[in-house]
């Protein structure tokens, strides 16, 4: 069974950081892409970025370039989104997402098999 579960969100000040994690079982990182999305109050879901150590490829969400990191850890079958400068905008729920390896690229929704819960980020003004 896969099962994804996010954690490290919470409250923080504008211009802040928070370090988001996804804890993945069940799948093997080398085969998946693993995705992070958000969703804020009366919006649709948005992706923030994608990782994928098939082949190295790493992508953003213009929204969040320059001031978000993603990174994946193996050995723990953890993904990571680390977030600088947040902004009262980035506040959602974030969600890690895992689809199976299709090729190089940025995946949209629809291209993830499996999702987790979310974690809620707020971001005070």
């Known amino acids: 069974e896969v099962q994804l579960v996010e954690s490290g969100g919470g409250l923080v000040q504008a211009g802040g950081s928070l370090r988001l994690s996804c804890s993945a079982s069940?799948?093997?990182?080398?085969?998946?892409?693993i995705g992070w999305f958000r969703q804020a109050p009366g919006k649709e879901r948005e992706g923030v970025s994608c990782i994928s150590k098939r082949d190295g490829s790493i992508y953003y969400a213009d929204s969040v370039k320059g001031r978000f990191t993603i990174s994946s850890d193996n050995a723990k079958n953890t993904v990571y989104l680390q977030m600088n400068s947040l902004k009262p905008e980035d506040t959602a729920v974030y969600y890690c997402?895992?689809?199976?390896?299709?090729?190089?690229?940025?995946?949209?929704?629809?291209?993830?098999?499996?999702w987790g819960r979310g974690t809620q980020v707020t971001v005070s003004s």
């Open positions: 997402a895992a689809s199976w390896y299709r090729g190089p690229g940025w995946y949209g929704e629809n291209d993830y098999d499996y």
């Open positions: 069940g799948i093997t990182f080398d085969d998946y892409t």
